[in-house]
């Protein structure tokens, strides 16, 4: 599904932050005077999702959960978020009704009240959704905030909702599977998972939700915080049903818990005093260790780079993270 | 462009809140506590404009300036916007750059920030701008204030956007017509004229800008305030060029001014002493008179109505206000 490559995105938001002269852009959410926190994603029938392939109620759900997911980014509480939807005018009214069903559900699962918003007509299904909230008392975790000596840390798993979308778009319902499933069409915001850590770091450390991949979230925490970032292949969780699915088809499940993308975990970095804090809590900690952060190196710095994402693989090997393969989401529908 | 038509726009206006149980759907923004403002407004080609008939630049404007005329409809004081753009891959950059040079532009003007936003693909030109603010420390005007005695108020001139419109879909640029092009392409969010009245009534009175028309706006007021509104014909300020195209082009200019829609205007209701204080303005003062406030009559109420909106026309006869007639944006492209 992707056509727009990571670097192309990049140069776009700078772009977008020289025509526009924001200051703001670039994390998962938007600081705003007083501690707001202001984030929108919208999904669009043909690029994000297929209507044939998620239930509406489904797709309201998932519509919230992705930007609660920023917010869970940068440690905030979500509050309100406003709904804006076009729609074609075939589309029929029971749809619409499980859309906003979907949407409520998830609201209310985290305490989030639907604000306001608009309904318009379209030529195909879009979903814009602004999560609006507040930040952490103790703070909050941007992606720059990584520092050399931390611990690369997640939660979850990865790799999930690639298969998911794989057996749908093979027209499958899951049968057996209904991990992957629903880790592709219910994705959970890591609210309470991110302050956790953030009471475990006191507010120092990175913080980021992996929308486009492991890949991408490690190579954004590395530029964003101008350091090299190690990853341990062996260490990267995958689940069994995402293993079992990638062998039938024909895939490395590693490629899809680096560049598959939705999975929406948490990946951030801290340092070893507060993971010994997470651990405390025994089977109660949701993150796991997945690498750790260095210094930029002189060869980096004579590659013209300044900051690095690696991966070190079972065989010993450490290869750059490829930002070209992310899953990115630029592109018309197939006619 | 209307195939809802307004009671339909209602009725789903009320599943929405049914569906999600929100209390706050309804005004043109959200008042969230501490006293933030938010609201979103989604423009899609083909539906709310034709890429061929207004300049992405222009564009870029009026997509902000339509979401600050919400937020000046409360009276408040937008502070930042978050934009969310799909747009098909084929779109140039040239055209992306211009629509977020109008984007910053209105922006700038009204010293509101870009704090945020998204860029997606998608089948047609899509902008979603959510608009947040802060209430007036003076309080926010609903469009429940109304109260039996009010004057109705309002800015500017209606039926302008419908004319510019009319030219446009006629291939036209303007010629010598550079008002209406210019209020059809270039809107005014109507903020300083909002202040003025919320400092000039304190408070007590109702307030919303006529996105739909003039007749909308007076509908709208009247049923949220549970009143009866009369509007004068003769009142209803039109500009000179609109009365000549209207005339050129076989309609009725009152017809755009009610019913045409997109003017931004601000209509509201206040009490005759509060206009007075506007009144002391001089030239200053930027609002009208178009009508007066009354109770809901008991033949109202035998019609099982809880309000009425109606205009007293030049030869005297009172007629409903046509809820049906209104301009209303659920339709596809015509293909």
Redesign the interface.
């Not at 025509?19 to 924001?22: K, L, P």
């Not at 009240?113 to 195909?124: F, H, I, Q, R």
């Not at 989401?329 to 529908?333: C, I, P, R």
């Given at each position: 599904m992707s056509?727009?490559k990571k670097n192309q995105e990049q140069e776009?938001i700078d772009?977008?932050k020289d025509?526009?002269?924001?200051t703001?852009?670039g994390d998962d959410?938007?600081v705003?005077?007083?501690g707001?926190l202001?984030?929108?994603?919208?999904l669009?029938d043909?690029?994000?999702f297929r209507t044939g392939s998620i239930s509406f109620r489904d797709l309201g759900w998932k519509a919230v959960a992705v930007n609660l997911s920023d917010i869970a980014a940068m440690a905030g509480r979500p509050?309100?978020i406003?709904?804006?939807i076009?729609a074609?005018?075939?589309l029929a009214?029971r749809a619409l009704?499980e859309l906003?069903?979907g949407?409520?559900e998830c609201?209310?699962s985290y305490r989030v009240?639907?604000?306001?918003?608009?309904?318009?007509?379209?030529?195909?299904l879009?979903i814009?959704i602004?999560a609006?909230g507040e930040v952490h008392e103790q703070g909050v975790l941007l992606r720059s905030g990584a520092r050399p000596g931390d611990l690369l840390v997640c939660t979850g798993d990865f790799g999930a909702s690639a298969a998911g979308l794989h057996l749908l778009e093979q027209g499958e319902s899951g049968g057996r599977h209904t991990y992957v499933i629903e880790r592709h069409c219910r994705p959970v915001p890591r609210l309470c998972e991110a302050w956790a850590l953030l009471r475990a770091c006191g507010g120092r450390g990175a913080l980021m939700d992996a929308s486009d991949g492991l890949a991408d979230a490690v190579i954004q925490l590395a530029m964003a915080s101008g350091v090299s970032i190690e990853l341990e292949a062996e260490k990267v969780p995958v689940h069994q049903e995402c293993i079992e699915i990638a062998g039938l088809a024909g895939f490395d499940p590693l490629d899809w818990a680096l560049y598959g993308g939705e999975d929406y975990e948490l990946v951030g970095c801290i340092d070893r005093n507060s993971f010994a804090v997470l651990e405390s809590y025994g089977k109660l900690n949701p993150f796991h260790v997945l690498g750790f952060v260095n210094s930029i190196t002189k060869e980096t710095e004579l590659n013209l780079s300044n900051s690095a994402a690696q991966i070190r693989l079972d065989d010993n090997r450490l290869v750059e993270l490829d930002g070209q393969k992310s899953f990115q989401?630029?592109?018309?529908?197939p006619n």
């Open positions: 056509s727009l776009l772009k977008i025509w526009t002269g924001s703001k852009i959410c938007a705003l005077p007083g707001s202001a984030s929108v994603d919208t669009v043909g690029v994000h509050r309100h406003l709904v804006s076009s074609p005018a075939s009214e009704a906003y069903r949407i409520s609201a209310r009240e639907v604000a306001g918003g608009d309904l318009t007509g379209g030529p195909v879009s814009s602004t609006l989401h630029f592109e018309n529908k």
